[in-house]
């Protein structure tokens, strides 16, 4: 669902290539030649971080229709070294965030782009003087494509478990971090949380089957 499939399997392509020591640009360059295409772009920023880590972000676009992939480098140096027991995890970790802006790009597919402009939240979910973060959690479209990101992440890091098990205890995952970006980001607004937390794992459940 989502053009998983096809998106692991052009990741699954450039495993050869995206190892060793390579320089930023080649890494972009190698995304776009294998994975780009007209509505997936990637591109690259330096920030303040520690050698040789990484993170990944990303951005849907819904008036050009276009995905935007980021990949964020440390400043302090010209290269990355993808280390062969870390590669499974940045390979991951970019499907996830391809395959979170997909389903942002399907959700948006089925609309009038003019009469869903701006985007507003539920009056019973969340009150209008709660912090930017929170407001864009709460949005049914971030909490469809975060329980997404969560079921994968179930079944990545704790791919020898039920799933589902998993679920039924994620306040002791540590590892499903976009869990625990949604738990911390409402962590003051308990009330707020309940609703949020019930939603979303609602959407995780559903999820499950399919996420890969």
């Given at each position: 669902?989502?053009?998983?499939d096809?998106?692991n ?13 390579l ?5 972009i ?57 870390k ?10 965030v391809?395959?979170h ?11 009038d ?13 969340i009150a209008e ?6 407001k864009?959690?709460a ?30 205890e ?7 971090f ?7 980001t ?14 979303l ?8 089957p399919?996420?890969?």
């Open positions: 669902m989502y053009f998983a096809i998106i399997v052009a990741l699954e392509d450039l495993r050869p290539i995206l190892k060793g020591k320089d930023y640009k080649d890494v360059r190698y995304l776009n030649k294998f994975l780009g295409d007209k509505t997936l772009k990637f591109k690259f920023e330096k920030i303040k971080m520690r050698v040789n880590h990484y993170a990944i972000g990303g951005f849907y676009d819904m008036q050009t229709d276009k995905r935007y992939i980021i990949l964020y480098f440390s400043n302090k140096k010209d290269s990355i070294f993808i280390r062969k027991i590669q499974n995890e940045f390979f991951f970790c970019l499907s996830q391809i395959q802006e997909t389903i942002h790009a399907c959700q948006w597919s089925k609309r782009y003019d009469l869903y402009l701006p985007r507003t939240i539920p009056n019973n979910l003087d709660n912090n930017e973060d929170e864009y959690l949005d049914p479209d971030e909490i469809d494509a975060y329980g997404h990101d969560i079921a994968m992440e179930i079944k990545f890091y704790y791919r020898n478990k039920d799933p589902y098990k998993v679920l039924n994620i306040d002791n995952a540590r590892k499903v976009s869990y625990r970006y949604y738990k911390n409402f962590k003051n607004n308990k009330q707020t949380w309940e609703k949020i937390r019930y939603k794992l609602r959407k995780t459940y559903k999820w499950i399919h996420a890969r």
